[in-house]
């Protein structure tokens, strides 16, 4: 009975005069999203709504449903039923065999939700909740009234065609993707940096993303591991432009030249500068990170500091204030913990000092940095040139 639907969104609604952008930028990434499903679809604006119309004579639901509900600024996506207006009579009639077709003889409560956006109808949105409920009522004995917490809301909404609808079927929320700029995402292969990435996505942010290779003391696997990372992050952004940053010999110069215990905090540093420059050449506006306050020797407040010293740019961490648990929460709901769990160690854990600093003096670190000399510059040249640079698409 589905014959399109209907996407509900949440924070665009309280929009101003450039409310039309948002909802352009959400009927733009449905058309994108539902691309690969099997079937053909219509995507419009009407009156403050927007519609998924179902163009073909068979397309795949749940492919359908799925890549919707991926889209950031989606709160639902409503399966509609959609009839001509033939009058009031046609109408409950319409009612009754959606009820039977959806909810088949299961005990449930209702009540009937009528929103009437065409005055020129028979009845006005008070005397069809009145007149339908009671209806349904005389047709459907396994069915009561519930006023305050029913089991289902049953909505009609009489418009240039008819709207009959129960369910809501969640989406992300958020804003659209592309309409808050684009950020710069240090990407490992660990579990914090991919939700940071869907997380700041789902602000409308668009992501390109960094990631720190050291073979041969990384394998290939583990790259593998971040690409796959980004496919899944890129369900949700779209496409990712995944910067490959060869991290060897800045690494290897730096344990050598560098106290060891501070080896992580200067790591992390040339990694901030060498983020910074793609992002400043790909028309970024800031630098997104994994990191919560405390949760590793290079996370507390002292070595955070020292990391942003680096930087001009602004560095967003939106897992800051999340302890573990809730990271992994989120990177379960998002299918990224699987592969973010795979035995495959990134740069930053090989180059582990056994004592590392936790609350690093920024001066003391600027001092051992002196010891680099030039070399470092020449290196981080040479990393930036050889950088790989892969498209990644959602899979």
């Given at each position: 009975m589905v014959s399109a639907f209907l996407i509900k969104y949440g924070e665009i609604a309280i929009k101003g005069k450039n409310r039309h952008l948002f909802e352009?930028?959400?009927?733009?990434?449905?058309?994108?999203?539902l691309k690969p499903v099997k079937g053909e679809f219509f995507v419009s604006k009407e009156q403050g709504r927007i519609y998924v119309d179902v163009t073909s004579d068979t397309y795949d639901y749940d492919h359908a449903?799925?890549?919707?509900?991926?889209?950031?600024?989606?709160?639902?996506?409503?399966?509609?039923?959609?009839?001509?207006?033939?009058?009031?009579?046609?109408?409950?009639?319409?009612v009754f065999k959606y009820i039977r077709e959806t909810y088949g003889e299961e005990k449930l409560t209702f009540k009937v939700v009528a929103r009437r956006a065409r005055k020129d109808?028979?009845?006005?949105?008070?005397?069809?909740?009145?007149?339908?409920?009671?209806?349904?009522?005389?047709?459907?004995?396994?069915?009561?009234?519930?006023?305050h917490n029913p089991d289902f809301y049953l909505s009609i909404e009489i418009r240039e065609r008819i709207n009959i609808?129960?369910?809501?079927?969640?989406g992300p929320g958020g804003m659209p993707v592309g309409t808050n700029g684009k950020a710069m995402l240090l990407l490992s292969g660990g579990i914090d940096s991919p939700v940071a990435g869907y997380m700041i996505a789902k602000r409308g942010v668009a992501l390109e993303a960094t990631y720190f290779h050291a073979p041969p003391y990384t394998s290939e696997r583990a790259k593998q591991k971040v690409v796959d990372l980004a496919a899944i992050v890129a369900r949700y952004s779209g496409p990712i432009k995944l910067h490959v940053v060869n991290f060897t010999d800045i690494q290897?110069?730096?344990y050598e030249k560098c106290p060891h215990e501070e080896l992580t905090i200067i790591m992390r540093r040339y990694m901030m500068k060498i983020a910074e420059h793609?992002?400043?050449?790909?028309?970024?506006?800031?630098?997104?990170?994994?990191?919560?306050?405390?949760?590793?020797?290079?996370?507390?407040?002292?070595?955070?500091?020292?990391?942003?010293?680096v930087c001009t740019m602004p560095v967003f961490r939106p897992c800051i204030g999340m302890d573990k648990q809730e990271i992994v929460s989120i990177s379960e709901k998002?299918?990224?913990?699987?592969?973010?769990?795979?035995?495959?160690?990134?740069?930053?854990?090989?180059?582990?000092?056994?004592?590392?600093?936790?609350?690093?003096?920024?001066?003391?670190?600027?001092?051992?940095?002196?010891?680099?000399s030039e070399k470092i510059d020449e290196l981080m040249e040479e990393a930036i040139k050889t950088t790989e640079v892969i498209e990644v698409f959602a899979k």
């Open positions: 352009d930028a959400l009927v733009s990434h449905l058309i994108h999203a449903v799925k890549a919707m509900t991926r889209i950031f600024g989606i709160v639902g996506v409503c399966p509609l039923y959609q009839i001509d207006d033939n009058g009031y009579e046609d109408l409950v009639q319409n109808f028979e009845k006005n949105s008070t005397e069809i909740n009145e007149d339908l409920g009671g209806r349904i009522l005389d047709e459907f004995p396994n069915l009561s009234v519930d006023v609808y129960s369910k809501t079927i969640p290897l110069y730096i793609f992002a400043k050449e790909n028309h970024c506006q800031a630098l997104i990170t994994g990191e919560s306050i405390g949760q590793v020797a290079s996370q507390t407040m002292q070595s955070l500091a020292c990391t942003n010293e998002i299918d990224t913990y699987e592969t973010s769990i795979l035995p495959y160690e990134d740069c930053c854990t090989i180059f582990v000092a056994k004592h590392p600093v936790t609350k690093p003096n920024i001066n003391v670190i600027k001092a051992s940095e002196m010891n680099l």
